[in-house]
């Protein structure tokens, strides 16, 4: 073979992987997308330096995407490119990761140049990185020259979502799921990651009410939907038409941001305005985010365990109890650290939650908790064990070393 045409599909074959200053990307007078339903996406996302065209001029945007040049796409997305043609992490990428992966990109990462690999497999650096960031598991992968199927897609949105925002209330996400006729023919697990792109408004399914399990993913799909992941504002506004509504709610998430939480009965969903109830009576020493109302000793605590959490410090200290919900399992729960004057600082609120979920025998219940909490304090040891109250079972975990109790209220199984 002639070295002129063996350079040629070397400059082929790296295409997507070659720095283009992006002022030339914009020029490129891409032949084939003119008119093309993702043209605007494909050209904001080519001059951010996100993909490349190829050399004949043409971008080939309905081409399958393999799913090594998929994830150098994503790690692409939280960048920034400068006029010198160099890259960075974007400003808001960073803070929006957990205290963990932080100091990975700091320590592991301090020298990373978002280039592709000169020798050895082009797309390891990239690979790397997003699996050290764990927005994939790079073992689950046998060949990363495969094509990108729509499952394949969604299971790496949700583990990119899960680092850099929130997961959707899963009762949610799945339920507005099984509408979709095809999604049976997804695994389980599949069928998790499919509901949460779905909810997060970042894919969609197709006019004949299928989903597309198995399908393959164009280089344009895979830029607009990498677009809708990392623009928030560009993501599909997600509508709720079931019979079901009423117990939904969209709660306050850590960041300012909205989940909604599909509650499994009214009881439940009337507990949340329960827990906004025994909050205000803790004045400004308390937060209620998704669905676990947080109570801080004083204003001091608060403000250190809100700085902690926002920072890369691992974060220890915790809020001294907190009310909760977990409408996934059904289940209540109050979690409370004993130190000095933990339980009358939140005395009134633990027997406002426990008033409305005990009703006439909530006394038996404080009763019980506070016999359990005193021996807690005292150091003696107390073994862990389920009580019986009314309707409910109350299991109860201790910690001693912090003197941390957790109950956890579930509806019992003979009710």
């Known amino acids: 073979m002639r070295r002129g045409t063996i350079f040629g599909i070397i400059i082929a074959l790296m ?11 914009q020029a490129l007078p891409f032949n084939d997308i003119k008119g093309h339903w993702a043209e605007k996406t494909i050209t904001e996302m080519v001059a951010k330096g996100i993909l490349d065209g190829y050399p004949n001029g043409s971008f080939q945007p309905d081409q399958p995407v393999t799913v090594d040049q998929f994830i150098k796409m994503l790690v692409l997305s939280y960048t920034e490119m400068h006029q010198n043609g160099e890259r960075s992490w974007n400003a808001a990428f960073p803070p929006s ?15 990373f140049d978002f280039k592709p690999a000169t020798v050895g497999y082009w797309a390891k650096p990239f690979i790397d990185v997003a699996s050290d960031l764990h927005f994939l598991n790079k073992s689950g992968y046998s060949d990363f020259q495969s094509d990108m199927t729509r499952e394949n897609v969604a299971e790496i949105l949700y583990y990119t979502l899960q680092e850099t925002e929130f997961l959707e209330d899963s009762q949610y996400s799945q339920q507005l799921a099984q509408s979709y006729g095809d999604l049976i023919s997804a695994s389980e697990r599949e069928q998790k990651f499919i509901a949460e792109a779905l909810a997060k408004g970042i894919m969609q399914g197709y006019p004949n009410g299928y989903f ?11 830029l607009v939907l990498l677009n809708r992941l990392t623009e928030k504002t560009k993501r599909i506004p997600v509508e709720v038409s079931d019979a079901d509504s ?7 998430t850590i960041g300012g941001g909205k989940k909604t939480v599909a509650f499994p009965d009214q009881k439940m969903r009337d507990a949340y305005e329960i827990l906004q109830q025994a909050g205000q009576l803790r004045g400004t020493n308390q937060d209620l985010l998704d669905t676990t109302l947080r109570l801080f000793r004083d204003q001091k605590e608060k403000d250190t365990v809100l ?4 920072s890369s410090v ?9 009310l909760w919900l977990d409408p996934q399992y059904n289940t209540y729960g109050i979690t409370i650290q004993l130190r000095d004057g933990t339980r009358a600082r939140n005395q009134e609120a633990i027997e406002t939650f426990s008033n409305y979920l005990f009703g006439y025998q909530a006394a038996t219940f404080v009763k ?9 304090e005292a150091g ?25 109790v957790v109950f956890s209220i579930a509806k019992s199984k003979n009710s």
């Not at 932080?102 to 020298?111: C, G, H, T």
């Not at 003696?380 to 941390?404: C, E, M």
């Open 368 to 376: 019980w908790f506070t016999e359990v909490c005193k021996h807690v």
């Open 380 to 404: 003696t040891i107390v073994s862990s064990k389920q009580v019986a109250i009314g309707d409910y079972a109350v299991d109860i975990l201790i910690d001693p070393d912090t003197k941390t």
């Open 212 to 222: 597309g399990v198995g399908d393959k993913v164009t280089r344009a799909q895979s």
């Open 314 to 322: 691992i974060q220890k200290q915790q809020a001294e109890a907190a």
């Open 97 to 111: 990761l957990s205290a963990e992966n932080q100091a990975i990109l700091k320590q592991d990462y301090r020298y």
């Open 246 to 252: 009423s117990l939904l709610l969209a709660v306050p």
């Open 15 to 25: 295409c997507i992987a070659s720095p283009i200053h992006a002022q030339e990307r």
């Open 307 to 310: 700085a902690l959490s926002s």
